[in-house]
């Protein structure tokens, strides 16, 4: 098990050396002559809180984006990671914060899943917060154990439905994509196959390299890499098309599943009651930065789109996918008691 963690924990660190060309350290202050600055916004470092643990997938995007937002904005961004309670912890440390704009939430999709399938959410992703740009999406990986007796999808429904008191799916928190998708499998294919939820992507896929766990749904931020180094074998991708950064693996819908295509997304929130000029002020900085070809380049070899949306599209996307995720839920009879 050492050797498992010392061995993940090396691929996040290829991943964030990859990603932002540097160390893990704050990033480097760039001046910036821009509205923001000569309004007096921003003066101090800003923290951007990361409601999962370091080295996974959404940290590893949010450290990216982070490196090229302070040098927009021409100030220090703190990653603050705050992991716990399904990522309620570091979310609610967001929304209780003051909205001046040195507080920002980089959170994944599971901000907006948590109210539809957590009985006891105290917010909603849309009106206690204020939306400010989605950053990213990208279709998740169906990863298998080396020790499960499969090499492709078809092999591991056949698998789950015959067997599915053998078969368990590693979720890397209750309410994140990764768990939707889980739930999604098993109606799609009338199974009830056990979840197991964990306290961030490390720990779950640990277990899921060393065969405690037999699958797991994750984004290919992190499913790739343990892929290509063969410590788990990638089945299938959750969305149309097949990834750039990975076309040996063939979509879900290739591989003979239909109605599992499904995505997971990063965005930026900032505590409700922002001032208009600061949100427009970082969202331009968003915008810019999805639009940087580095970025974009960083984006599609992680397995997804750097996308830049306004906050009036960002707000219009979290109401969507809201609906989405409540029928999901509700299809699959899934209402969970907070952690």
Not at 124 to 142: M, Y
Not at 178 to 204: C, M, Q, T, W
Not at 302 to 313: R, V, Y
């Amino acid at each position: 098990m050492k050797d498992s963690i010392a061995s993940l924990d090396a691929v996040a660190r290829r991943l964030w050396r990859r990603l932002v060309r540097g160390a893990l350290a704050l990033p480097l202050v760039l001046p910036v002559l821009g509205g923001a600055a000569q309004a007096g916004y921003p003066d101090k470092p800003i923290r951007m809180v990361v409601p999962y643990p370091a080295g996974g997938a959404a940290d590893v995007v949010a450290r990216g984006f982070g490196l090229l937002l302070a040098d927009r904005l021409g100030q220090p961004i703190v990653i603050d990671n705050k992991p716990g309670a399904s990522g309620n912890i570091g979310t609610l440390d967001v929304m209780r914060a003051r909205p001046d704009g040195y507080t920002l939430l980089f959170n994944p999709s599971a901000h907006v899943i948590n109210p539809e399938v957590l009985d006891k959410t105290p917010y909603r992703a849309l009106e206690d917060f204020t939306p400010i740009s989605q950053v990213a999406k990208g279709p998740l990986v169906l990863m298998a154990s080396p020790a499960l007796p499969v090499k492709s999808l078809a092999e591991f429904v056949r698998l789950a439905r015959s067997q599915p008191k053998d078969i368990s799916f590693a979720t890397s928190v209750i309410g994140s994509a990764s768990h939707l998708a889980e739930e999604l499998f098993n109606r799609i294919n009338g199974v009830d196959l056990l979840i197991v939820p964990y306290k961030g992507n490390a720990p779950a896929l640990n277990d899921l390299m060393g065969g405690q766990v037999s699958a797991m749904f994750d984004p290919a931020v992190t499913a790739v890499p343990l892929a290509r180094g063969g410590r788990v074998r990638a089945l299938a991708v959750t969305g149309k098309t097949r990834l750039r950064s990975a076309p040996e693996i063939p979509t879900t819908e290739e591989a003979g599943l239909q109605g599992l295509e499904f995505y997971t997304w990063y965005g930026l929130w900032a505590p409700k009651g922002l001032p208009g000029p600061i949100a427009a002020a970082i969202e331009a900085a968003a915008r810019e930065i999805a639009a940087n070809p580095k970025f974009v380049a960083a984006m599609d070899d992680k397995g997804l789109q750097a996308i830049g949306s306004s906050s009036a599209e960002f707000a219009a996307l979290i109401a969507t996918e809201s609906r989405l995720y409540r029928s999901i839920a509700q299809r699959s009879n899934l209402r969970i008691t907070s952690p």
